[in-house]
């Protein structure tokens, strides 16, 4: 990659950090990779250039990766492991 890609990059990690903040931290895999998914494709679609996307289309993608992978649900799935956990060491 050249390093006007890894710049532009660099430069829209911190935009999604500075918009996003805290609720990156509590992210599951599953969302993680949704939701890097959803960013690559707002970043391809301005050619790279990370000063043109906007706020509202971080946070676009986060209620986007938030529609596939609610919290709700991934709560339920990490209970249902846990006790799927506890079962098998009986």
């Known amino acids: 990659m050249k390093m006007q890609g890894k ?3 660099q430069i829209m990690s911190n935009k999604v950090k ?6 990156l931290e509590t992210l599951s895999k599953g969302q993680r990779m ?3 998914g959803a960013l ?4 391809d679609r301005h050619q790279g250039q990370a000063n043109k996307v906007t706020s509202e289309e971080i946070e676009g ?4 990766m938030e529609a596939f992978y609610p919290a709700d ?3 339920l799935s990490e209970r249902y492991q846990a006790l ?3 079962n098998a060491e009986r």
């Open 73 to 75: 649900s991934l709560e």
């Open 34 to 36: 949704s939701l890097n």
């Open 7 to 9: 710049t532009q990059l």
């Open 84 to 86: 799927q956990t506890l």
């Open 18 to 23: 500075q918009v996003l903040g805290e609720r």
């Open 40 to 43: 690559g494709r707002v970043f």
């Open 61 to 64: 993608a986060y209620s986007v």
